[in-house]
Nanobody, 120 residues
Framework: QVQLVESGGGLVQAGGSLRLSCAAS????????MGWYRQAPGKQRDLVAQ???????VYADSVRGRFTISRDNAKNTMYLQMNSLKPEDTAVYLC??????????????WGRGTQVTVSS
């Protein structure tokens, strides 16, 4: 099994910054893609940013230029540096990852999420 645990959320004023982390653990052979999604109350879950093995990061238009996604492959950890935060960035941020387990089985899992609240 593969588990994801997010951390780094919190309350911040508009214009501030936060750094989210997503640590993957378990029987991991490979992580082919990792991404951040967010879901505000009453709204659908949307992609924020994604990074694939050997590929360029992909960002939602609403966060491009403000957020930066990165990976530490040695630690199986992904980060999301969020700058110039806006009240509309308020949401639960969830981590997602997919790849192969040590038994060569595919996985695609989600973390439980971390709350980000931006006050005006």
């Amino acid at each position: 099994q593969v588990q994801l645990v997010e951390s780094g959320g919190g309350l911040v004023q508009a214009g501030g910054s936060l750094r989210l982390s997503c640590a993957a653990s378990g029987s991991i052979l490979s992580i082919n893609h990792m991404g951040w999604y967010r879901q505000a109350p009453g709204k659908q879950r949307d992609l924020v940013a994604q990074v694939t093995s050997g590929g360029s990061p992909v960002y939602a238009d609403s966060v491009r230029g403000r957020f930066t996604i990165s990976r530490d492959n040695a630690k199986n950890t992904m980060y999301l540096q969020m700058n110039s935060l806006k009240p509309e960035d308020t949401a639960v941020y969830l981590c997602r990852a997919g790849g192969r387990t040590n038994r060569l089985l595919p996985y695609d899992v989600w973390g439980r999420g971390t709350q980000v609240t931006v006050s005006s």
